[in-house]
C-alpha cells in the first residue's frame, strides 16, 4: 500500500494538516493513529484557549490566523452542520500591578489588527460583575487574605474565546474523510523509513510496511520516538510536559459573563466550559511547566493537591463570590516544550520528505489551522483561502532559537 503523504497522528495537528493539503490539492493522505479515536493525546486534555497576545509579532499573526478558522468554523471545514463551534466569550488580561502593560499592549494588538478594550475598573466591574479588580497578588500558599485594592488597567481581546477540542478534530476527521483523506484508528507506527537520506515511508506494529516519499510527524507527545530514530532534530529538547487542570461546578453566585481570563499576578488561568456550566482552571505560570515525562503513555493522570489549593487560592481572589464548596475535579495532559526557545517547530527536516509539527507546547490547539497552513503551503507549494501570513522560515527546524525574555507559555 502506498500513499502521497503519510502523518503519523489524528490529534489537532494531524488532522489541521491533513486538511489544509486535502482542500488545496488531489494528493493521496493517509492518517495513522495509534489509538481508537481522536483526543487520545494532548488534544483530548487541551484548554483549547483561543488568544490572540503573543510577544512576538509572527505568533499574533498566526494565532488571528488559527482562531480566523475557529470564528468561520463552518467554511473552514465545508460541514454543514459541526459538532463544534466557536465560543466568543472575550479574553481577560488582568496584569495585577503593571500599570503601564494593558495600554501599551492595546496598542500593539490594535496595530497588528486585533480587536481589543483597554478597562479601568468600573469599566471592567460593569461588564464582568463577579470580578475583583484586585491588583495585589494573592497568598497562593496559605491562602492569607489581604485588603484588596484595584486601579489597575485591564485589557479585554473582544475576538478571543474557546472551542470544544474534541468536537473541532471531529469535525476534520469528517472533512478529512468526504475529501478522500484515509484516517486509520488503531494503528501503530512504529518507524519512519529512510532510504538515502530520504523517506520512503513508514513501519506499522504488525509488521508491514507502507510507502511514501512525505512522512509528517504529527505524534504530539510522542514527537521523540521518530526524531530520535532518523537522528534529525539534535539541537533542539522536545519535552514532554505534565499539565494539571481542575474542573469546578459553576455555583449560582457567580452571576454574569465570565471571559477566559488570564490573571497575570498569579499565573492562573480559567475560562467556562458546557454551555457556562463549568469552570476550567490552570495555570500559565513557567513553574507549573517543569514535570517532564520521558514515557508519555505513564504519568499520573490526576492533579497535585498543593497544585489544587493554590489556584482555589488565586480563583476566591479573583471571584470573590465562589463559595467554599463543592468538588473539585482534575486531570493531567502532556504538552511539548520546547526546551530552547517555547515555540513549535515546523518544515522540513534534514531528512528529505519528513516533515515535522512538533514541540506545540500549550499553543497547539489555537495555532492548528495555521501550522497546517504551513505545511500544505510548503508541501504544495499552493495557496488557499483560511492561509496563513506568516513565512514558514519562521517555524522551521533550522532556524536559530528565538530570543525570549519570558519563558512560560505566555512567551
Ligand atoms: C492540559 C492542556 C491544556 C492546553 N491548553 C491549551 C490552550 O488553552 N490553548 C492552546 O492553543 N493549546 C493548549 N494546549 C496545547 C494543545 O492542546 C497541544 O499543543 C495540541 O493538542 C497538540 O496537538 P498534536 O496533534 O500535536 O498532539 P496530540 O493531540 O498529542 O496528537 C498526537 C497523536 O499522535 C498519536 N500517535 C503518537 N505516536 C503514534 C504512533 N507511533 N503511531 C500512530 N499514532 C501515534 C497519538 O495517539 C495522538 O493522538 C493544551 C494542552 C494540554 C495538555
Given at each position: 500500500?502506498?500513499?502521497?503523504?503519510?502523518i503519523?497522528?489524528a490529534?489537532?495537528?494531524g488532522l489541521?494538516?491533513a486538511?489544509?493539503?486535502?482542500?488545496?490539492?488531489?494528493?493521496?493522505i493517509l492518517v495513522l493513529e495509534?489509538?481508537?479515536?481522536?483526543?487520545?493525546?494532548?488534544?483530548?486534555?487541551?484548554?483549547?484557549?483561543?488568544?490572540?497576545?503573543?510577544?512576538?509579532?509572527?505568533?499574533?499573526?498566526?494565532?488571528?490566523?488559527?482562531?480566523?478558522?475557529?470564528?468561520?468554523?463552518?467554511?473552514?471545514?465545508?460541514?454543514?452542520?459541526?459538532?463544534?463551534?466557536?465560543?466568543?466569550?472575550?479574553?481577560?488580561?488582568?496584569?495585577?500591578?503593571?500599570?503601564?502593560?494593558?495600554?501599551?499592549?492595546?496598542?500593539?494588538?490594535?496595530?497588528?489588527?486585533?480587536?481589543?478594550?483597554?478597562?479601568?475598573?468600573?469599566?471592567?466591574?460593569?461588564?464582568?460583575?463577579?470580578?475583583?479588580?484586585?491588583?495585589?497578588?494573592?497568598?497562593?500558599?496559605?491562602?492569607?487574605?489581604?485588603?484588596?485594592?484595584?486601579?489597575?488597567?485591564?485589557?479585554?481581546?473582544?475576538?478571543?474565546?474557546?472551542?470544544?477540542?474534541?468536537?473541532?478534530?471531529?469535525?476534520?476527521?469528517?472533512?478529512c474523510?468526504?475529501?478522500?483523506v484515509e484516517v486509520?484508528?488503531?494503528?501503530?507506527?512504529?518507524?519512519?523509513?529512510?532510504?538515502?537520506?530520504?523517506?520512503?515511508?513508514?513501519?506499522?506494529?504488525?509488521?508491514?510496511?507502507?510507502?511514501?516519499?512525505?512522512?509528517?510527524?504529527?505524534?504530539?507527545?510522542?514527537?521523540?520516538?521518530?526524531?530520535?530514530?532518523?537522528?534529525?532534530?539534535?539541537?533542539?529538547?522536545?519535552?514532554?510536559?505534565?499539565?494539571?487542570?481542575?474542573?469546578?461546578?459553576?455555583?449560582?453566585?457567580?452571576?454574569?459573563?465570565?471571559?477566559?481570563?488570564?490573571?497575570?499576578?498569579?499565573?492562573?488561568?480559567?475560562?467556562?466550559?458546557?454551555?457556562?456550566?463549568?469552570?476550567?482552571?490552570?495555570?500559565?505560570?513557567?513553574?507549573?511547566?517543569?514535570?517532564?515525562?520521558?514515557?508519555?503513555?505513564?504519568?499520573?493522570?490526576?492533579?497535585?493537591?498543593?497544585?489544587?489549593?493554590?489556584?482555589?487560592?488565586?480563583?476566591?481572589?479573583?471571584?470573590?463570590?465562589?463559595?467554599?464548596?463543592?468538588?473539585?475535579?482534575?486531570?493531567?495532559?502532556?504538552?511539548?516544550?520546547?526546551?530552547?526557545?517555547?515555540?513549535?517547530?515546523?518544515?522540513?527536516?534534514?531528512?528529505?520528505?519528513?516533515?515535522?509539527?512538533?514541540?506545540?507546547?500549550?499553543?497547539?490547539?489555537?495555532?492548528?489551522?495555521?501550522?497546517?497552513?504551513?505545511?500544505?503551503?510548503?508541501?504544495?507549494?499552493?495557496?488557499?483561502?483560511?492561509?496563513?501570513?506568516?513565512?514558514?522560515?519562521?517555524?522551521?527546524?533550522?532556524?536559530?532559537?528565538?530570543?525570549?525574555?519570558?519563558?512560560?507559555?505566555?512567551?
Open positions: 500500500m502506498s500513499a502521497d503523504v503519510i503519523i497522528g490529534g489537532i495537528i489541521s494538516t486538511w489544509q493539503l486535502a482542500r488545496r490539492s488531489q494528493l493521496k495509534k489509538g481508537a479515536a481522536v483526543g487520545e493525546g494532548s488534544t483530548g486534555a487541551s484548554s483549547a484557549v483561543c488568544r490572540h497576545r503573543y510577544t512576538l509579532e509572527e505568533m499574533v499573526v498566526l494565532a488571528r490566523d488559527g482562531i480566523h478558522a475557529y470564528r468561520h468554523w463552518q467554511d473552514f471545514t465545508r460541514l454543514d452542520e459541526p459538532r463544534a463551534a466557536f465560543q466568543n466569550d472575550g479574553v481577560l488580561w488582568m496584569p495585577g500591578a503593571d500599570l503601564d502593560w494593558a495600554g501599551i499592549e492595546h496598542e500593539r494588538m490594535s496595530a497588528l489588527g486585533i480587536r481589543t478594550a483597554l478597562m479601568d475598573d468600573a469599566e471592567l466591574q460593569a461588564r464582568f460583575p463577579a470580578f475583583s479588580v484586585c491588583i495585589q497578588a494573592p497568598d497562593m500558599e496559605a491562602g492569607t487574605e489581604h485588603l484588596c485594592s484595584g486601579g489597575g488597567k485591564h485589557l479585554l481581546e473582544l475576538d478571543g474565546g474557546y472551542m470544544d477540542p474534541v468536537a473541532a478534530t471531529e469535525d476534520l476527521l469528517e472533512a474523510r468526504k475529501c478522500g486509520c484508528f488503531r494503528t501503530s507506527v512504529i518507524q519512519v523509513l529512510e532510504e538515502g537520506g530520504r523517506v520512503s515511508g513508514v513501519e506499522l506494529g504488525d509488521g508491514s510496511q507502507l510507502e511514501a516519499p512525505l512522512v509528517i510527524n504529527a505524534a504530539g507527545p510522542w514527537c521523540n520516538d521518530f526524531l530520535t530514530q532518523l537522528g534529525v532534530l539534535q539541537s533542539w529538547t522536545l519535552a514532554p510536559t505534565r499539565i494539571q487542570v481542575l474542573y469546578l461546578d459553576r455555583p449560582p453566585e457567580l452571576v454574569g459573563d465570565i471571559p477566559v481570563t488570564l490573571d497575570m499576578q498569579s499565573g492562573m488561568y480559567f475560562r467556562l466550559q458546557n454551555s457556562g456550566q463549568q469552570l476550567v482552571v490552570g495555570s500559565a505560570s513557567e513553574r507549573d511547566e517543569q514535570e517532564v515525562i520521558d514515557t508519555p503513555d505513564e504519568f499520573e493522570r490526576f492533579p497535585d493537591e498543593a497544585f489544587k489549593l493554590a489556584r482555589l487560592h488565586a480563583l476566591h481572589h479573583r471571584l470573590p463570590a465562589l463559595p467554599y464548596r463543592g468538588s473539585v475535579r482534575g486531570y493531567c495532559g502532556l504538552y511539548t516544550v520546547n526546551k530552547q526557545d517555547m515555540h513549535p517547530i515546523v518544515g522540513e527536516t534534514e531528512v528529505a520528505g519528513f516533515y515535522v509539527a512538533n514541540g506545540l507546547s500549550g499553543h497547539g490547539f489555537k495555532l492548528a489551522p495555521a501550522i497546517g497552513s504551513l505545511l500544505a503551503q510548503q508541501i504544495c507549494g499552493e495557496k488557499a483561502d483560511f492561509d496563513t501570513e506568516v513565512q514558514g522560515s519562521f517555524l522551521a527546524p533550522d532556524r536559530a532559537p528565538i530570543p525570549l525574555s519570558d519563558k512560560s507559555v505566555l512567551a
